[in-house]
């Protein structure tokens, strides 16, 4: 039997080629050099304990405090980590290599810090599979399973108000989280991928269907004191993306765009405390 492919199918492999292979060197930790190496959550000023949220579909491992100090806890939320092989293809386990957040975290001096990472990293149920870490990221899905261990991390603590930190595409599940809660009073980003849509088209790949898009809850979000740093080497998310952003909002007088002397993953861990001081104004 004889098989023919025709021009447009010919076609779509390609692009979807040509996305695979894309989505393999934009992701960090797939496209970085030697990983930042760990840190011990014991290590912090404030001691955190590790615990997994197992209540939504995915397990969703987590730092958290042992007890809460102010009312006001700061969760640090991971990148999309390790989801590509060098192969082109999904990775088995999309675990970060690159623990630049952490070292982020050991900058704070916070009294009530937290971490999320995102679904099936460090643990993994029957429900984890590559979708989820690759074109599922930032769906429904995964944004009401994020959410939710929010909600229970901040009912544990019993703290009434919450600041997210998100890196890389924990930038986009940061604002939309914040988007889908009223207990939220600042964003701060780094190197966040605030608008998935255009990023895809900057870099000429593929579509993400299952993807919210950050721009869609402007008016949920323009009330919310934020600020995002971009680095100024950062060819992985470019500056262009914050600058889109903050287009989408008629009111920008609690969004700051900063760029920053670094690149995706180096230069960001020794100016953090600076950056952690930059003022969050809103309507001033």
């Not at 010919?10 to 760990?38: D, Q, R, V």
């Not at 984890?128 to 944004?143: A, G, H, I």
């Not at 700051?256 to 600076?274: F, K, M, T, Y």
Request: charged share 15%; with cysteine; aromatic share 10%.
């Amino acid at each position: 039997m004889e098989f023919a492919c025709s021009g447009q199918l010919m076609h779509k492999i390609t692009l979807l080629t040509k996305s695979l292979f894309f989505w393999f060197w934009l992701l960090p930790g797939c496209a970085n050099g030697p990983g930042i190496s760990e840190v011990n959550p014991g290590d912090l000023r404030q001691p955190l304990n590790v615990d997994v949220y197992d209540q939504a579909y995915w397990p969703i491992y987590t730092w958290a405090p042992e007890k809460s100090v102010t009312g006001t806890l700061r969760i640090y939320i991971e990148g999309d980590g390790r989801a590509w092989l060098r192969s082109n293809r999904p990775s088995m386990n999309p675990t970060p290599v690159n623990r630049l957040v952490h070292h982020l975290m050991m900058q704070d001096e916070s009294p009530d810090l937290a971490y999320i990472a995102q679904p099936c990293q460090y643990v993994m149920n029957d429900n984890c599979n590559s979708e989820v870490w690759t074109f599922k990221r930032y769906s429904p899905q995964v944004l009401e399973a994020m959410n939710a261990t929010v909600a229970s991390l901040k009912e544990k603590g019993h703290y009434e108000k919450l600041e997210l930190v998100g890196y890389s595409g924990g930038g986009a599940l940061a604002v939309l989280i914040a988007a889908h809660r009223n207990d939220v009073t600042s964003v701060r980003t780094v190197a966040g991928n605030l608008s998935p849509e255009l990023l895809n088209r900057h870099h000429g790949i593929s579509e993400m269907p299952a993807a919210l898009n950050p721009l869609a809850f402007s008016g949920q979000l323009s009330s919310i004191a934020q600020i995002h740093f971009f680095g100024v080497r950062d060819s992985v998310v470019p500056v262009q993306v914050s600058e889109h952003y903050l287009e989408a909002f008629e009111d920008t007088s609690c969004i700051n765009v900063e760029r920053v002397n670094a690149d995706h993953q180096s230069g960001w861990i020794e100016q953090w405390p600076l950056l952690l001081d930059r003022p969050l104004s809103c309507g001033l």
